[in-house]
Protein backbone atom coordinates (compact mmCIF):
# COMPACT_ATOMS: atom_id res chain seq x y z
CA UNK A 1 0.00 0.00 0.00
CA UNK A 2 1.07 3.04 -0.59
CA UNK A 3 2.64 5.49 2.13
CA UNK A 4 2.28 9.34 3.12
CA UNK A 5 4.94 11.02 5.81
CA UNK A 6 5.16 14.34 7.10
CA UNK A 7 7.41 14.09 9.22
CA UNK A 8 6.69 17.37 10.71
CA UNK A 9 4.20 16.99 13.86
CA UNK A 10 4.38 20.73 14.45
CA UNK A 11 5.18 23.97 12.84
CA UNK A 12 4.83 27.91 13.57
CA UNK A 13 5.64 30.81 11.59
CA UNK A 14 5.34 34.43 12.50
CA UNK A 15 2.50 36.37 10.42
CA UNK A 16 3.31 37.68 7.03
CA UNK A 17 6.25 35.13 6.46
CA UNK A 18 6.81 32.07 4.81
CA UNK A 19 6.77 28.27 5.61
CA UNK A 20 7.38 25.49 4.14
CA UNK A 21 5.62 21.77 5.08
CA UNK A 22 6.58 18.59 3.77
CA UNK A 23 5.33 15.61 2.69
CA UNK A 24 6.82 12.39 1.30
CA UNK A 25 5.29 9.21 -0.35
CA UNK A 26 5.99 5.64 -1.48
CA UNK A 27 4.69 4.43 -4.68
CA UNK A 28 5.63 2.51 -7.45
CA UNK A 29 3.11 3.57 -9.86
CA UNK A 30 3.68 6.86 -12.21
CA UNK A 31 0.17 7.89 -12.22
CA UNK A 32 -1.66 9.38 -9.28
CA UNK A 33 -2.53 12.59 -7.29
CA UNK A 34 -1.83 14.22 -4.47
CA UNK A 35 -3.35 16.62 -2.38
CA UNK A 36 -2.97 18.68 0.64
CA UNK A 37 -6.11 19.57 2.89
CA UNK A 38 -6.34 22.06 5.79
CA UNK A 39 -8.36 21.46 9.31
CA UNK A 40 -8.82 24.27 11.22
CA UNK A 41 -9.98 23.55 14.85
CA UNK A 42 -14.00 23.62 13.54
CA UNK A 43 -12.47 19.85 12.24
CA UNK A 44 -14.04 20.77 8.64
CA UNK A 45 -11.54 19.14 5.73
CA UNK A 46 -10.89 21.86 3.06
CA UNK A 47 -8.87 20.95 0.34
CA UNK A 48 -6.24 23.97 0.09
CA UNK A 49 -4.51 22.53 -3.00
CA UNK A 50 -4.19 19.46 -5.55
CA UNK A 51 -1.47 18.44 -8.14
CA UNK A 52 -1.77 15.81 -11.19
CA UNK A 53 1.63 13.77 -11.35
CA UNK A 54 1.65 13.62 -15.17
CA UNK A 55 1.85 17.77 -14.95
CA UNK A 56 5.32 19.27 -14.34
CA UNK A 57 4.18 22.52 -13.23
CA UNK A 58 3.78 22.64 -9.86
CA UNK A 59 0.43 23.83 -8.62
CA UNK A 60 -0.63 27.00 -7.50
CA UNK A 61 -3.60 28.70 -5.34
CA UNK A 62 -3.44 32.42 -4.59
CA UNK A 63 -0.75 32.17 -1.42
CA UNK A 64 -0.62 28.54 -1.35
CA UNK A 65 2.11 26.30 -3.72
CA UNK A 66 3.56 23.51 -3.83
CA UNK A 67 7.19 21.65 -4.65
CA UNK A 68 6.44 18.51 -6.30
CA UNK A 69 9.45 16.47 -6.92
CA UNK A 70 8.51 13.56 -8.51
CA UNK A 71 11.66 11.61 -8.81
CA UNK A 72 12.26 12.13 -5.24
CA UNK A 73 8.54 11.40 -4.15
CA UNK A 74 8.07 14.62 -1.98
CA UNK A 75 5.16 17.42 -2.16
CA UNK A 76 5.80 20.24 0.11
CA UNK A 77 3.30 23.20 0.35
CA UNK A 78 3.97 26.43 0.58
CA UNK A 79 2.09 29.25 2.47
CA UNK A 80 3.01 32.56 1.34
CA UNK A 81 2.41 35.51 3.62
CA UNK A 82 0.88 33.56 6.45
CA UNK A 83 -2.46 34.76 8.08
CA UNK A 84 -3.81 34.09 11.52
CA UNK A 85 -6.58 32.06 9.66
CA UNK A 86 -3.79 29.43 7.74
CA UNK A 87 -3.93 27.74 11.84
CA UNK A 88 -4.57 24.21 10.84
CA UNK A 89 -3.69 21.15 10.51
CA UNK A 90 -2.41 20.62 7.19
CA UNK A 91 -2.53 17.18 6.04
CA UNK A 92 -1.32 15.58 2.92
CA UNK A 93 -3.21 13.40 0.71
CA UNK A 94 -2.37 10.46 -2.17
CA UNK A 95 -4.30 8.64 -4.53
CA UNK A 96 -3.86 6.31 -6.67
CA UNK A 97 -5.06 6.73 -10.62
CA UNK A 98 -5.16 3.49 -11.24
CA UNK A 99 -5.72 1.08 -8.29
CA UNK A 100 -9.12 2.07 -7.16
CA UNK A 101 -10.55 4.99 -5.39
CA UNK A 102 -8.59 4.88 -1.73
CA UNK A 103 -6.94 7.93 -0.58
CA UNK A 104 -4.00 7.79 1.54
CA UNK A 105 -3.26 10.40 4.55
CA UNK A 106 -0.29 11.50 6.20
CA UNK A 107 -0.65 11.78 9.95
CA UNK A 108 -0.83 15.83 9.58
CA UNK A 109 1.51 18.84 10.43
CA UNK A 110 -0.25 21.19 13.18
CA UNK A 111 0.59 24.60 11.91
CA UNK A 112 0.76 27.64 14.41
CA UNK A 113 0.64 31.57 13.05
CA UNK A 114 2.25 33.54 15.79
CA UNK A 115 0.58 37.01 15.71
CA UNK B 1 -23.60 24.25 -4.28
CA UNK B 2 -24.19 22.22 -1.13
CA UNK B 3 -21.69 20.18 -0.02
CA UNK B 4 -21.44 16.52 1.20
CA UNK B 5 -23.64 16.42 4.47
CA UNK B 6 -23.72 14.58 7.67
CA UNK B 7 -25.88 14.41 10.84
CA UNK B 8 -25.96 14.43 13.06
CA UNK B 9 -23.03 16.92 13.91
CA UNK B 10 -22.95 15.82 17.58
CA UNK B 11 -23.81 12.77 19.66
CA UNK B 12 -23.32 11.21 22.72
CA UNK B 13 -24.45 8.33 23.65
CA UNK B 14 -24.17 5.35 26.41
CA UNK B 15 -22.14 2.38 26.26
CA UNK B 16 -24.34 -0.26 24.36
CA UNK B 17 -26.16 1.92 22.01
CA UNK B 18 -26.60 1.99 18.89
CA UNK B 19 -25.61 4.72 16.80
CA UNK B 20 -26.47 5.60 13.39
CA UNK B 21 -24.15 8.41 11.23
CA UNK B 22 -25.72 9.62 8.27
CA UNK B 23 -24.39 11.50 4.78
CA UNK B 24 -25.71 12.87 1.96
CA UNK B 25 -23.26 12.97 -0.86
CA UNK B 26 -22.66 15.85 -3.25
CA UNK B 27 -25.57 15.34 -6.11
CA UNK B 28 -23.96 13.55 -8.94
CA UNK B 29 -20.93 11.88 -6.79
CA UNK B 30 -20.35 8.09 -7.71
CA UNK B 31 -17.95 7.50 -4.90
CA UNK B 32 -18.35 7.94 -1.02
CA UNK B 33 -15.77 7.18 1.38
CA UNK B 34 -16.59 7.22 5.72
CA UNK B 35 -13.56 7.95 7.96
CA UNK B 36 -12.66 7.89 11.17
CA UNK B 37 -10.14 10.74 12.70
CA UNK B 38 -8.82 10.18 16.38
CA UNK B 39 -6.00 11.90 18.27
CA UNK B 40 -4.11 8.28 18.55
CA UNK B 41 -4.68 6.47 14.89
CA UNK B 42 -5.29 9.70 12.84
CA UNK B 43 -7.45 9.23 9.69
CA UNK B 44 -8.84 5.99 9.19
CA UNK B 45 -10.67 4.76 6.25
CA UNK B 46 -13.39 3.08 7.38
CA UNK B 47 -15.10 1.99 3.67
CA UNK B 48 -15.67 3.16 0.49
CA UNK B 49 -18.49 2.61 -2.26
CA UNK B 50 -18.58 3.33 -5.66
CA UNK B 51 -21.78 3.43 -7.47
CA UNK B 52 -23.61 2.74 -4.20
CA UNK B 53 -21.79 -0.77 -3.93
CA UNK B 54 -18.83 -1.37 -1.48
CA UNK B 55 -15.82 -1.76 -2.76
CA UNK B 56 -13.51 -1.96 0.04
CA UNK B 57 -14.61 -2.50 3.80
CA UNK B 58 -11.26 -4.02 5.41
CA UNK B 59 -11.05 -0.53 7.55
CA UNK B 60 -14.22 -1.52 9.43
CA UNK B 61 -12.65 -2.02 12.65
CA UNK B 62 -15.76 -5.35 13.30
CA UNK B 63 -18.71 -6.16 13.12
CA UNK B 64 -20.08 -3.77 15.25
CA UNK B 65 -19.87 -1.43 12.82
CA UNK B 66 -21.91 -1.59 9.37
CA UNK B 67 -22.51 0.36 6.39
CA UNK B 68 -25.34 0.95 3.93
CA UNK B 69 -25.79 3.30 0.65
CA UNK B 70 -29.17 2.08 -0.45
CA UNK B 71 -29.06 4.68 -2.94
CA UNK B 72 -26.86 7.56 -4.90
CA UNK B 73 -28.04 10.52 -2.28
CA UNK B 74 -27.68 8.27 0.91
CA UNK B 75 -25.63 6.58 3.13
CA UNK B 76 -25.61 5.30 6.59
CA UNK B 77 -22.69 4.18 9.17
CA UNK B 78 -24.02 2.24 11.91
CA UNK B 79 -22.58 1.60 15.09
CA UNK B 80 -24.10 -1.58 17.27
CA UNK B 81 -23.57 -1.74 20.39
CA UNK B 82 -21.69 1.60 20.93
CA UNK B 83 -18.52 1.44 23.10
CA UNK B 84 -16.06 3.97 24.72
CA UNK B 85 -13.38 3.44 21.82
CA UNK B 86 -15.74 3.99 19.27
CA UNK B 87 -15.16 8.41 20.09
CA UNK B 88 -13.99 9.95 17.16
CA UNK B 89 -15.04 12.54 14.15
CA UNK B 90 -16.27 10.13 11.85
CA UNK B 91 -16.26 12.36 8.37
CA UNK B 92 -18.10 11.53 5.20
CA UNK B 93 -16.33 12.13 1.33
CA UNK B 94 -16.98 11.53 -1.86
CA UNK B 95 -15.82 11.81 -5.26
CA UNK B 96 -16.87 13.05 -8.68
CA UNK B 97 -15.33 11.61 -11.56
CA UNK B 98 -11.83 12.36 -13.37
CA UNK B 99 -13.06 15.58 -14.62
CA UNK B 100 -13.05 16.55 -11.19
CA UNK B 101 -9.55 16.31 -10.50
CA UNK B 102 -10.43 12.83 -8.46
CA UNK B 103 -10.90 15.40 -5.53
CA UNK B 104 -13.02 14.13 -2.02
CA UNK B 105 -15.10 16.44 -0.93
CA UNK B 106 -15.40 16.33 2.78
CA UNK B 107 -18.56 16.67 5.06
CA UNK B 108 -18.13 18.91 8.61
CA UNK B 109 -17.60 15.22 10.54
CA UNK B 110 -20.02 13.67 13.17
CA UNK B 111 -18.46 14.24 16.57
CA UNK B 112 -19.09 10.56 18.99
CA UNK B 113 -18.76 10.65 22.04
CA UNK B 114 -19.66 7.31 23.76
CA UNK B 115 -20.21 7.50 27.70
Known amino acids: AQTVTQSQPEMSVQEAETVTLSCTYDTSESDYYLFWYKQPPSRQMILVIRQEAYKQQNATENRFSVNFQKAAKSFSL ?35 VIP | DAGVIQSPRHEVTEMGQEVTLRCKPISGHNS ?3 YRQTMMRGLELLIYFNNNVPIDDSGMPEDRFSAKMPNASFSTLKIQPSEPRDSAVY ?4 RAGRRSGNTIYFGEGSWLTVV
Open chain 1, 78 to 112: KISDSQLGDAAMYFCAYRSQNTGNQFYFGTGTSLT
Open chain 2, 32 to 34: LFW
Open chain 2, 91 to 94: FCAS
